[in-house]
């Protein structure tokens, strides 16, 4: 019975802090451990970077165990045209944490510039819209209680567009994004500043490779601010044997404010914020079939109370590309 009771009083710190407090809510944008192989996502600018049609499908299962724990799943394609000075992209997700239930499409579009034999910066646009579902009726709040925030169930469509800058080359990249502009409501219940809104990602995203033998090393950074709630670093280090296999280990630190005061320090601590230790592995299994996989190790508050809760979070990767030739392979992409 105690058990029941700690995953209902998590669950429900989790609502809670989302509906009375937007700006403590971190994660309110979609989460990859994978995000150097899915690019797309956090950056429209990167559409047609890696020279062929490709299509990358990725899912990941988060907390699992935990009622009402986030659970993405997204599909992109991309491809560049006239002569690879454009490049062109579609986004199709789904994203569900708790009561909430986002299903979205975005279309990108990329303007490349040759900057030398080998690099080139992109300026790319994105938009379309999404569904927004909030069954707020269904929660607990437990002892019978009422809150008018939770009276109505919230069904939207939103509208939105972002932008990215992304410089590469074959050995290295940079990239600044802001995936969504439009900060939407969420809900009709406004109760001041802590209206429930969509909030801005901004996103920083770096990695270059080292060695041109068998064995490359290929280094990765991620920088993500939530306007509003705090910082979000993830670093990442991947071995690449023969071009064919990786392994690597990434460290994501988290550090959000806790505008929600001092009950919500006290009682949920860092539920909402903390560090994960992610095990990687990527297999090339043909020119065109790649295949990731990872796996979280959560190093925050929830981690600590294993004893009544298992949260393991897994994340599977597939892509394949399109119309390879020789000279793709002779030069493969490792971003």
């Known amino acids: 019975m105690n058990n029941i009771i700690k995953q209902k009083w998590t669950m429900l710190l989790l609502l809670i802090t989302l509906i009375s407090s937007s700006k403590t809510w971190a994660q309110q944008d979609k989460m990859f451990s994978q995000y150097m192989f899915n690019m797309m996502a956090l950056n429209p600018a990167y559409a047609g970077s890696r020279d062929v049609l490709s299509a990358t499908a990725l899912y990941r299962n988060q ?19 006239n002569r690879e000075r454009v490049g062109l992209g579609l986004q199709l997700f789904n994203d569900q944490v708790g009561l909430e239930n986002w299903t ?16 080139t910066l992109a300026l790319g646009l ?89 064995v490359k090393l290929k280094p990765s950074m991620m920088a993500r601010y939530v306007q509003g709630t705090g910082l979000s670093l993830d670093g990442n ?64 508050r929830l981690n600590q109370e294993r004893k009544f809760l298992s949260i393991p979070t897994h994340e599977i990767m597939l892509r394949y590309e399109f119309g390879f030739s020789k000279s793709k392979i002779l030069t493969p992409r490792y971003f």
């Open 63 to 81: 907390w699992g165990g935990m009622a009402g724990a986030p659970q993405t799943a997204t599909f992109s394609i991309d491809m560049p045209v």
């Open 104 to 119: 979205g499409a975005m279309l990108s579009y990329a303007f490349r510039i040759k900057l030398g034999e080998r690099s």
């Open 126 to 214: 994105q938009g379309g819209a999404m569904s927004f579902r909030w069954d707020l009726s269904k929660a607990n709040l437990g002892n019978n209680l009422t809150d008018p925030a939770f009276a109505n169930n919230v069904s939207k469509i939103l509208p939105n567009f972002g932008t990215g800058i992304y410089l590469s080359n074959d050995r290295s990249y940079i990239g600044v994004s802001v995936p969504y502009l439009i900060e939407n409501n969420l809900s009709d219940y406004d109760s001041g500043d802590n209206r429930a809104k969509v909030r801005r990602h901004f996103y920083v995203i770096s990695g270059f490779v080292i060695g041109r033998n068998n």
């Open 237 to 300: 280090l991947n071995l690449w044997f023969n071009d064919r296999i990786a392994v690597g280990m990434s460290y994501r630190h988290n550090r959000f404010s806790t505008y929600a005061g001092k009950i919500q320090e006290d009682i949920s601590g860092k539920v909402l914020s903390g560090d994960a230790l992610v095990g990687m592995l990527e297999l090339q299994l043909s020119d065109q079939f790649r295949l990731g996989y990872s796996y979280d190790w959560t190093r925050n």
